[in-house]
């Protein structure tokens, strides 16, 4: 039912949501591509690599090896295109709160990271660090910890007066007892997740999975709300 009223917005907003999509996928494609490219290994680079340690030629791999590591100044490059990506990604959430929330959304969205909700950005920043140490006790904490986490963008969009913490303290309960719901709504998009993984066709599947998923979460959260009780109870460990 969820998905069926994502959908439904989608196809409402004439075309709106389709176009800030578009930019989205092309702005972060362009950044990951430019990122791989600065960061990357080239075959060329590899076989030579390969190729002396094959003929146990321990000095010249080294120095091979030292040839495939970037420089500082493309790594600077290469973690401020990742940043940027962030930024984008806050923007698109906006863009979609906005969109479903009837609250004029405009194409300036997309960029409402750099400025007005910075904190957002922050919030992301902050939940990765969590996740990541949750990850650190095994791969199946850091899911739990993904998914308990998930609804503070939209908490924080929704009461700007919170602090970064409150509202993932705030999203913990509310995902208490839901967390297995949410996975199972992101199963029902698996087969859009490998097909976006399929170069080329991967950007084209993304312009509509990217919005259809965001939307379907926003709308979860939207559910989770008169369940919930208000004023969230900010005691509540991470």
Known sequence: ELKRQAREIIRQSNRKV??????????TALCSYLSSRLTGVSYEQFARY???MNEGSVNYALSALN??????????IATALEIME?????????????????????YGNLLDGFG????????????????ALWSLLF????????????MAPYIMLEHPDYSIMDCIRASKQMTKG?????????????GYIILSGIPFLGYVVRVWY???????????YDKLKPLTQEPYQFNVNI
Not at 86 to 104: A, D, M
Not at 139 to 150: E, K, W
Request: glycine share 8%; net charge positive; proline share 4%.
């Open 50 to 52: 390969m190729q002396y």
């Open 18 to 27: 389709i176009y800030a999509s578009i930019i989205f996928v092309a702005v």
């Open 139 to 150: 791969f199946f904490p850091g899911i739990v910890a993904a998914y308990r986490y998930s």
């Open 67 to 76: 040839e495939m590591q970037p420089s500082t100044g493309a790594q600077l």
């Open 178 to 190: 839901y967390k297995g719901q949410l996975f199972v709504l992101d199963l029902s998009f698996l």
């Open 116 to 131: 007005p909700n910075i904190r957002m950005v922050i919030l992301r920043l902050v939940m990765g660090v969590f996740i």
């Open 86 to 106: 962030l930024f984008i990604g806050v923007g698109f959430t906006v863009f979609i709160f906005n969109t479903v929330r009837g609250l004029g959304a405009v």
């Open 210 to 220: 990217q919005p259809y998923h965001e939307i379907s979460y926003l709308l979860f």
